[in-house]
């Protein structure tokens, strides 16, 4: 089993509609993030957790939320999706500062379509 | 901020033959990591290597090394003996030890002709 997994995998749905993709990971780590990737614009930061209690914004988190439901989990929503939030979403996971190597652990990726 | 940036969006390579994919990154701090990331079709993020600033020797794994240039903030990967499994879109990205998250330049497109 991945060490960080993504649900689901692929999804299409309609404008308007409420969207959670989910995140879980048996690396032990604090820190989870979220990121969406865009052709030509590499991957940028939605939201990241550093514990249960610690949920921050990134550079592009208007229109999403997000829920850090245990040490393992992090769910990001659409509340109303619109289509340019069609992208590829990836969930990650850090390994800082405990072994301090700032690797980033990512799962499969999640491909929304938005109509 | 700190920023990543790419200048190749695309590059091409013969196999067996060297490529370089080039990055900089803009920064102030003194301590921090730098990544290439490799995303195959499958669309895995797959780290390839990765430096630590504090250290002067270039980072290399098998046939991929990098020239880590600190004053220039430069950081290029060099894939040697290219092979068709690396055609890929690869990422460099960068992040502080004081640092939240790792940012990512746009991507280079590789690809590996027979």
């Known amino acids: 089993d991945a060490d960080v997994t993504q649900t689901p995998r692929n999804r299409i749905t309609k404008t308007g509609k409420r969207i959670m993709l989910e995140c879980s990971q048996t690396?032990?780590?604090?820190?989870m993030y979220w990121y969406r990737q865009d052709p030509g614009l590499g991957l940028r930061l939605i939201y990241y957790s550093f514990d249960v209690k610690d949920i921050n914004k990134g550079e592009i988190s208007d229109g999403y939320s997000v829920s850090r439901q245990a040490q393992a989990k992090f769910s990001l929503s659409l509340e109303s999706a619109i289509p340019n939030q069609t992208a590829l979403y990836f969930c990650?996971?850090?390994?800082?500062?405990?072994?301090?190597?700032?690797?980033?652990?990512f799962g499969e990726g999640s491909r929304l379509t938005v109509l | 901020a700190q920023t990543v940036t790419q200048s190749q969006p695309e590059m091409s390579v013969q196999e067996a033959e060297t490529v370089t994919l080039s990055c900089t990154y803009d920064?102030?701090?003194?301590?921090?990591?730098l990544f290439w990331y490799k995303q195959p079709p499958s669309r895995q993020m797959i780290l390839v290597i990765r430096?630590?600033?504090?250290?002067?020797q270039n980072a290399t794994e098998n046939r991929f090394s990098v020239n880590f240039q600190k004053a220039a903030k430069s950081f290029s990967l060099k894939i040697s003996d290219s092979q068709l499994g690396d055609a890929a879109m690869y990422f460099c990205a960068y992040t502080s030890n004081s640092g939240y998250a790792l940012n990512f330049g746009k991507g280079t497109s590789l690809l590996v002709t027979p």
């Open positions: 990650a996971t850090s390994d800082l500062p405990g072994t301090d190597t700032g690797e980033l652990f």
């Open positions: 690396k032990g780590h604090d820190r």
């Open positions: 430096q630590e600033a504090y250290k002067q």
């Open positions: 920064t102030s701090e003194s301590d921090y990591y």
